[in-house]
C-alpha cells in the first residue's frame, strides 16, 4: 500500500467541511473549542501505512512485540525494529520509548504501553492511559517531531472499553495542544468499526466544529489586521542616517534619553 502522507491525513475541519464528521447531538464536554481542529487529524486503516514523524504502537512492558498493532508493526519495520528494542530493557506501563523505524515510511516509533484495562479500578486504568498519550506526546516534541499518529492504545487485546479509550485520548490530546505550539497534527488512527463509532462520536464533544459565520471570520481577521497594523505605529522610526555617521551616536543618545 503506498505510504499516505501526514498533509493527505483528513483534519477534522475538513472532516466537518465534508459532513464525514458531524456536531454532537450531546452537550460538549467543559472547555471544548474548534481551536485545534485543523491539527487533530482522524483516518481509518493500517498505521503502518502513514508517512508521519511517528507512529505510537500499542506495545507490552518487554517491548519484544507482540499481535495487534504491535505485530503489524514489527512486521513492516523489519527485524532491526526487535534488535533495537532489545536495548532498551522494556517500558513501564503508562510510559513511552522511542525507535528508529527503519523499514516504515514514517521517522520514528514510539513505543506506549498501555494498561490491561481494569474495570474493578478504572481510575487506575484511565491515570495510565493518559500516561501513554502525554509521554507519547513529550517524547514527539522532544525529538522535534512535527506530526504524531496514534493507534488505539488499549483497545484491542488489553480491553479497554473504546468508548472511554477515546474520551480519555481526546482529553489529554485537547490538554496537550492547549499549552503546546510546536506540534503541526496530532492523528487519531482507527482499525475496527467500534473504534470508528467511538471516536465519530468523542471527537466532535472535545473538538465542536467552527460555527462562527465566515462573516465573523473576516471581522476576526480584520480586527487582528487592525492589531497588527496599530503595533506597527509603535515601532521606532526606521533610522534616517548612516549608523557609522559622526552625530548618530549623540542622536541615539538623545533619543534614548528621551524614552
Ligand atoms: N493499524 C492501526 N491500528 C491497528 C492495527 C493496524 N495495523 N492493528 C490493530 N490495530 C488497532 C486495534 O484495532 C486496536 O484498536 O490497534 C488498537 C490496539 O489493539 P492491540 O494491538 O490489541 O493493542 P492493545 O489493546 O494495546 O494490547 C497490547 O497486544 O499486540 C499485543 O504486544 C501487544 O501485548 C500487547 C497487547
Not at 493527505?8 to 475541519?13: E, F, K, N, Q, R
Not at 488505539?152 to 474520551?167: E, F, K, R, V
Amino acid at each position: 500500500m503506498a505510504p499516505i502522507s501526514a498533509a493527505d491525513i483528513p483534519t477534522l475541519s475538513l472532516l466537518y467541511k465534508l459532513k464525514k464528521l458531524n456536531a454532537s447531538r450531546l452537550a460538549p464536554v467543559q472547555g471544548a473549542t474548534p481551536t485545534h481542529n485543523d491539527r487533530i487529524g482522524l483516518i481509518r486503516g493500517d498505521i503502518t501505512s502513514l508517512q508521519v514523524g511517528a507512529i505510537v504502537n500499542a506495545a507490552n512492558n518487554s517491548l519484544l512485540g507482540g499481535g495487534g498493532v504491535d505485530g503489524a508493526i514489527h512486521r513492516a519495520a523489519g527485524p532491526s525494529l526487535l534488535a533495537e528494542c532489545r536495548t532498551l530493557n522494556g517500558c513501564q506501563t503508562g510510559s513511552s520509548k522511542i525507535t528508529s523505524a527503519y523499514s516504515l515510511p514514517c521517522k520514528k516509533v514510539i513505543h506506549t504501553v498501555g494498561p490491561i484495562y481494569d474495570d474493578i479500578r478504572p481510575d487506575n486504568s484511565e491515570r495510565a492511559l493518559k500516561g501513554c498519550y502525554t509521554s507519547s506526546l513529550n517524547l514527539a516534541v522532544k525529538n522535534g517531531l512535527k506530526t504524531i499518529a496514534f493507534s488505539g492504545i488499549s483497545t484491542g487485546i488489553y480491553g479497554y472499553p473504546s468508548l472511554d479509550a477515546a474520551m480519555v485520548a481526546c482529553e489529554t490530546v485537547k490538554n496537550f495542544l492547549d499549552r503546546d505550539k510546536t506540534i503541526d497534527k496530532v492523528v487519531f488512527v482507527t482499525f475496527e468499526e467500534k473504534d470508528v463509532r467511538a471516536y465519530n462520536q468523542v471527537l466532535p464533544r472535545f473538538f465542536p466544529p467552527n460555527t462562527k459565520t465566515s462573516t465573523e471570520q473576516e471581522k476576526a481577521a480584520e480586527e487582528q489586521k487592525a492589531e497588527a497594523e496599530a503595533k506597527v505605529g509603535q515601532l521606532p522610526d526606521v533610522p534616517t542616517t548612516d549608523p557609522a555617521d559622526a552625530d548618530y551616536a549623540q542622536k541615539k543618545q538623545k533619543h534614548e534619553n528621551n524614552k
